[in-house]
């Protein structure tokens, strides 16, 4: 086993040179050595979970670990934050699972090196993880970041598809953000450039459409507090991304071509996208109200973002009030959006849904939430007339009820649960519509009784769901009882839990057994068993799992 954990000397380097110039030139010599002015806190976790199975392949490895933890240290007015990751699963797989990475802090500096993810806007960097380097500065009102590295490991074409795993090119990057203002009103313009590093693979994907592009984004980002419980925000983002580098140079050098020239060589494949997102707030004591908009180009895409909903246009109104001292409350909200957004599509579609929320609490014992919702969806001629056999007409309502009583005394607290599902697809199409309609029922109710002087606790849950479609009813019926006991001053924790669970095909069996035991505040060790059989007139199986846990806090 060759487990590492993968940092350039470069980012070391930076690292070290950083800490020890904020260190040298900006911390006082008394606060230092004032005992208040040091601490390390933080956790470390380590987990080994073991798995075995009988009648069926195993699901998952039989043995596994992960080590990780965080690490605060406190140097007078300088943080150093470490986090960090170590598992068995980078043997066998390609990415990095082994993580380490600091953000060292100091007032209005923080740095960041190892693996990171940060957030400079909606549209162009938003919590992708890199392996780099990092800064953000917070002087005044000013918001300055930077950060460079690897977003994508490479990843070569398993041509013998052995691993069940794409192949991928190395992908660097840069981005940075400029802006002013603080947590209430700010603009911040944004930019991103990432590229794919085509001699990062020994030969070119071929079994596999995986092509090395190359992306330059530009963002902004403004919020505004208007008044007191008024509030409006926008995002902006324009994405030139290129499918493939290798492709041929664009010989057109006017307009927006010239213009990015300097930052992205524009080519055949290249290709500019935007999108635009923005919203209104109103917010009184007992009255709010939230408009929202946004409309994204199709293939709208950023390499420093790892999925964005794209060609849509949608828009909302969400209006809420709250009466009776907080006793009776409603949200409503309608939203639409349609696909299409430059026409260029054989069809588009339309959805429509509205979603009410009412929630009645007329005391401390009792209370119901109930919500009701429904989904339109219908479809309309796009660049060709859609065939009325095929064309998309969905009504997908809903209502779910939840009531709760609670019956408490100095020592007992008892608390029934109760939860009712009704959903429905109705389809407009009566071709279809044998195929499509279904109805679906959920029903539930749960008992929670907690002696609290004796930390014994108890609970009991029995459901019910059931399924109607042109094929048949499948339904499946459960019960399910569980209880936990604490002793020895709430050192050690027992508990145990089992179900069982009657469906349509087969018969499963669950049981559970906890065990926690604290011999310090900064100890905890836990051991959980999991048993599991299915028995239907197919087949019949059995799996067991195991995991073993210690955490130290400091």
Not at 31 to 40: K, N
Not at 431 to 452: E, N
Request: with cysteine.
């Amino acid at each position: 086993m060759n487990i590492r954990i993968i940092i350039s000397p470069a980012h070391i380097t930076t690292v070290v040179l950083l800490v020890s110039s904020i260190v040298l030139h900006a911390q006082d010599a008394e606060r230092i050595t004032s005992a208040d002015a040091y601490s390390v806190t933080g956790s470390v976790l380590s987990r080994i979970v073991g798995y075995s199975a009988q009648g069926i392949a195993d699901r998952r490895v039989p043995l596994s670990y992960v080590f990780s933890g965080t690490v605060n240290i406190n140097l007078a007015d300088l943080a150093l934050p470490f986090t960090f990751t170590y598992s068995e699963q980078a043997r066998s797989f390609a990415q990095p699972f082994n993580q380490i990475g600091v953000s060292p802090r100091y007032k209005w500096i923080t740095a960041h090196a190892g693996y990171r993810n940060v957030n400079y806007s909606p549209f162009t960097l938003g919590g992708h993880q890199f392996l780099g380097w990092g800064v953000d500065l917070t002087p005044g009102n000013w918001r300055i970041s930077a950060m460079n590295g690897e977003f994508q490991s490479a990843v070569e074409e398993d041509t013998l598809r052995l691993l069940q795993q794409l192949p991928a090119y190395r992908r660097t990057g840069w981005a940075a953000k400029l802006g002013y203002g603080d947590g209430s009103t700010f603009i911040d313009v944004s930019v991103l450039k990432a590229r794919d590093d085509t001699s990062s693979l020994r030969l070119a994907p071929r079994a596999s459409d995986v092509l090395p592009a190359e992306n330059l984004v530009l963002g902004a980002s403004t919020r505004i507090a208007i008044a007191e419980g008024v509030s409006a925000y926008a995002d902006a983002g324009a994405s030139s991304y290129t499918r493939d580098v290798r492709s041929d140079v664009f010989s057109d050098n006017s307009g927006i071509t010239s213009s990015l020239s300097p930052l992205l060589t524009v080519r055949q494949s290249t290709n500019v996208f935007t999108a635009l997102q923005g919203g209104l707030s109103l917010n009184t004591p007992s009255v709010g109200i939230d408009l929202t908009f946004s409309r994204i180009d199709p293939d709208y895409k950023s390499m420093g973002i790892y999925f964005i909903n794209n060609d849509q246009i949608q828009w909302s109104v969400t209006p809420s009030l709250t009466l009776f001292d907080n006793m009776l409350r409603v949200r409503v909200q309608y939203q639409r959006m349609n696909d299409n957004v430059q026409g260029k599509k054989l069809s588009t579609t339309h959805r429509e849904n509205i979603n009410a929320q009412f929630s009645y609490a007329p005391s401390a014992f009792f209370g119901v939430d109930v919500s009701a919702s429904t989904m339109n969806t219908s479809q309309r001629d796009g660049t060709v007339a859609v065939v009325d056999s095929l064309r998309m007409n969905f009504s997908n309502p809903s209502l779910t009820v939840t009531p709760r009583y609670t019956l408490m005394d100095s020592l007992l607290s008892q608390t029934f649960v109760g939860m009712l599902m009704v959903q429905r697809l109705s389809d407009g199409n009566a071709r279809t519509a044998q195929f499509s309609q279904y109805t679906s029922l959920s029903a539930s109710l749960g008992y929670v009784a907690s002696w609290t002087r004796s930390g014994i606790s108890i609970n009991c849950n029995a459901n019910h769901n059931s399924l109607t479609n042109s094929a048949g009813t499948f339904s499946a019926s459960g019960i399910s009882a569980g209880g936990t006991a604490s002793m020895y001053e709430n050192t050690l924790s027992l508990g145990a839990t089992t179900s069982i669970s009657l469906q349509t095909s087969a018969t499963v069996l669950t049981a559970g057994v906890t065990a926690s035991y604290r011999p310090h505040e900064r100890h905890t060790i836990e051991l959980t068993t999991t048993a599991m059989r299915s028995a239907s007139p197919v087949t019949e199986f059995q799996e067991l799992s195991g995991v073993l846990s210690y955490v130290l806090t400091f």
